[in-house]
């Protein structure tokens, strides 16, 4: 009886903790078909946009054997890494951040749909 009243708090803390994690990451998979056309995420694969691989915490523009738009490569000099808050205001609308990307893609159109693409990303990252 006394190992389960002092187990059960913990696994219940344990549950709550993972599934709000799979959810955000989960929903996130399902928001990343609408970038699949030109990324993948898991592997070091440039397609018509660079892998995603470890995008948390890079330089824009810097991703090793791809060929940026000069617009991406300048941003990247001046200072933009991509984090929840760049990743989010460059979601929402490419051209906002780097007004002439190559990223042909129009953007995410609610908050939530963003915030769980990048927790998807995250996955694959090192630095978050
Ligand atoms: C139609 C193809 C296309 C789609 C769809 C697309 N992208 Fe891109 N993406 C690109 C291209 C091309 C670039 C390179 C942009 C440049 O050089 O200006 C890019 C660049 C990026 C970058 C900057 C990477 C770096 O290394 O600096 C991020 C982050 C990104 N895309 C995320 C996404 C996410 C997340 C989605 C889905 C919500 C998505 N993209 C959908 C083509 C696409």
Redesign the pocket.
């Known amino acids: 009886m006394r190992v389960f009243t002092a187990l059960f708090p913990m696994s219940l803390a344990l549950a709550v903790a993972s599934g709000a994690f799979a959810q955000d990451a989960e929903l996130g998979q399902k ?2 078909n ?2 699949k ?3 993948v995420a898991d592997q070091e694969t440039n397609r ?3 892998s ?1 691989k470890g ?1 948390i915490g ?1 330089t ?4 090793a054997g ?1 060929s ?2 000069p ?2 490569k300048e941003a ?1 000099e001046g200072g933009l890494v ?1 984090n929840d808050e760049s ?1 989010t205001n ?2 929402r609308k490419p051209k906002d951040v ?1 007004p002439k ?5 129009a953007g ?1 159109k609610t908050d939530e749909d963003i915030a769980n ?1 990048i927790a998807y ?1 995250k996955q694959f990252s090192q630095n978050q």
């Open positions: 928001v990343f609408k970038c056309a030109c990324h018509v946009g660079p995603l995008v890079r824009a523009g810097t991703y791809y940026y738009s617009a991406m990247g991509w990743l460059y979601l780097v990307t190559k990223m042909a893609f995410l693409v990303l």
